[in-house]
């Protein structure tokens, strides 16, 4: 099993930036996938950025050139950091893992951006 908890997320204005922590209850060099989801008030969770275990990563299209996925192995800790944010960007962002064929989330953080 593991638990996720995110951290970071805030109040900021179009075009600044903030940065996502995802701490892990688990070594993370072993989990498959682990990644960023977003839910917007009325709409579906969707995709934000994933990395996997060889550090393959992918974004999905709304964030790529703003948005980097990283991790740091030694303290169990998935990133993402968000620039040039726009107020679309304003959603509860999650952390996800996939490990051992299960699914794990965290309780999510949200992130406001005003215009």
């Known amino acids: 099993q593991v638990h996720l908890v995110e951290s970071g997320g805030g109040l900021v204005q179009a075009g600044g930036s903030l940065r996502l922590s995802c701490a892990a209850s688990?070594?993370?060099?072993?989990?498959?996938?682990m990644g960023w989801y977003r839910q917007a008030p009325g709409k579906q969770r969707e995709l934000v950025a994933t990395i996997t275990a060889g550090g393959v990563t992918n974004y999905a299209d709304s964030v790529k050139g703003r948005f980097a996925i990283s991790r740091d192995i030694p303290k169990n800790t998935v990133y993402l950091q968000m620039n040039a944010l726009k107020p679309e960007d304003t959603a509860d962002y999650y952390c996800y893992c996939n490990f051992q064929y299960s699914s794990y989330w965290g309780q999510g953080t949200q992130v406001t951006v005003s215009s």
């Open positions: 688990r070594s993370i060099f072993s989990i498959n996938t």
